[in-house]
């Protein structure tokens, strides 16, 4: 087979400024050993996220220039709201200004004190959005999927055993919905099967309970059920992403990540009354139905995003270039979740350091060493940011530290991703002199946006 290459020519370009490594040792220092305090003119290659960092097309900045800003009814609400329908094919379509703002407006409704929200697993703003109306947020992820070096194809799953287990222990009349994020962020950006939707669906429809999928990365996912499960090779991805929407009875959707937009987001619904509420709470937070938190111009790049992201050359590309990042590391012997995700490569920090102890962040001294070597900004997900204490205030561990290299869409070539295999290569060689670290700030929630820390 010859050279997946990318879809698209280069029309705009940004400078990346080169740092040396001492400037980036006492960048980092100054940073209190936290990349999300360094600024991003220092950074040369930025894995953060793949969050608002996509390269919008030609015609998305012609959608920018042609955005309607009226008020109220704007034909860029219209353009958006059928280009979502289209997706989903849901009743209700609320444009919020990112994917939070909709979590915030409906475990506003939906939570409280005393209610529960499974997931396969909610990522971090899910969860804080959920804890912070008081109810509880549960992961109920299938076995395979908390394992790195297990291959398999659908690592995502719910564990629809331990779904009903949960409903009948708590209560079906204290489970307002339950969802289903696609792809699986948290756990390695890995896909969920249609199969698995549909049998979550038979779960929930059995005691009543609402699903919404966190549908970030839905396109991605649709293709990795495209290649991976049997009766989708022939569909078209809009199908298959159809399908896995008709299983929903809403979705939470940050258009950041598969809508390829630097900003924007939505809630969709097919509940009259639930719709009525998030509406009336989006008058108060983000704005007028027709905009939400948006200008029309966004509205018309994420319209136009949508339509791009499901183009099938795009997703062979995006797919095939975040797994050729991850076969040149596993070649190295680099411990990584396996096998690669849809948008990020994730270091499995407790193989790559086997002797920092979880409590002195091993994936934390590796983001740190990455940048200082490389001035590659990646992120911690492990004790820094799902870490919890006890009585005693000792660290309760999540089960996995993982450090994540995002890779933004349509933003860096081959040869960047060569360069960030390079030095990822060299900070594993050299993995016996990387030192643990200890906390000195800590925000009470969300904290690894803030943490400060020590070298130890
Ligand atoms: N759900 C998932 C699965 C996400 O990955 C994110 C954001 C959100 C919800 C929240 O959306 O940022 O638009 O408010 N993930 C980014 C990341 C921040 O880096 O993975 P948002």
Redesign the pocket.
């Known amino acids: 087979m010859k050279t997946i290459i990318e879809p698209f020519k280069i029309k705009s370009v940004e400078p990346i400024r080169f740092t040396t490594k001492e400037e980036r040792v006492e960048i980092l220092e100054q940073a209190g050993y936290n990349p999300f305090m360094i600024r991003a003119e220092d950074v040369i290659i930025d894995l953060l ?3 608002g960092t996509s390269a919008m097309s030609a015609k998305q900045w012609a959608g920018i220039m042609d955005g309607d800003e009226s008020y109220a009814g704007a034909r860029s609400f219209f353009r958006f709201e059928s280009a979502v329908r289209k997706i989903t094919g849901m009743k209700y379509i609320i444009p919020t200004h ?3 703002a909709a979590e915030k407006i409906l475990f506003s409704i939906t939570g409280g004190e005393g209610k529960f929200f499974p997931s396969n697993t909610h ?1 971090d ?2 969860r804080a959005n959920i804890e912070f109306s008081k109810a509880e947020a549960y992961d109920l992820l299938n076995e395979v999927g908390k394992h790195p070096e297990i291959r398999a194809d659908f690592k995502g799953n719910m564990d629809t055993e331990a779904l009903e287990r949960f409903i009948i222990e708590k209560g079906r009349e204290n489970i307002p919905l339950c969802m289903i ?1 696609v792809t699986n ?1 948290s756990g390695g950006g890995q896909p969920v099967s249609m199969q698995n939707i549909r049998e979550t669906k038979a779960v929930c429809k059995k005691y009543g309970i609402p699903l919404f999928l ?1 549908a ?1 990365r839905f396109a991605e996912n649709a293709y990795f059920i495209k290649k991976r499960e049997k009766g989708y090779a022939d569909k078209p991805v809009l199908e298959i992403a159809r399908e896995m929407f008709s299983y929903a009875d809403g979705c939470t959707m ?1 258009a ?2 598969d809508a390829l937009v630097n900003i924007g ?1 939505f809630l969709a619904m097919n509940d009259d009354n639930l719709a009525m509420l998030c509406r009336n709470l989006l008058i108060v937070t983000e704005g007028f139905p027709t905009y939400g938190g948006l200008a029309g111009r966004d509205l018309e790049a994420i319209a136009q995003g949508l339509e791009e992201i499901m183009d099938e050359n795009y997703l062979q590309y995006r797919i095939r270039s975040v797994e050729y990042l991850g076969e040149k590391l596993l070649a190295a012997g680099v411990p990584i979740i396996e096998p690669p995700g849809g948008h990020a490569i994730y270091l499995d920090a407790k193989r790559f350091l086997p002797n920092v102890p979880q409590e002195q962040f091993p994936g934390q001294s590796i983001v740190c060493e990455l940048y200082v070597e490389g001035g590659i900004r990646t992120v911690e997900i492990g004790s820094l940011m799902f870490g919890k204490y006890d009585a005693q205030g000792k660290l309760i561990p999540p089960p996995m530290e993982l450090v994540r290299l ?1 890779i933004p869409r349509r933003v860096y070539t081959q040869s960047h991703i060569d360069y960030v295999s390079e030095i990822v290569i060299d900070v594993y060689k050299n993995r016996e002199c990387l030192k643990g670290y200890r906390l000195t700030y800590e925000a009470p929630m969300l904290r690894h946006f803030t943490a400060r820390f020590e070298k130890l």
Request: with cysteine; charged share 30%; proline share 0%.
């Open positions: 996220t793949d969050s990112q994917g939070r990522f703003t899910t994020t962020n966190d970030c940050s950041k990540k987001g995002a």
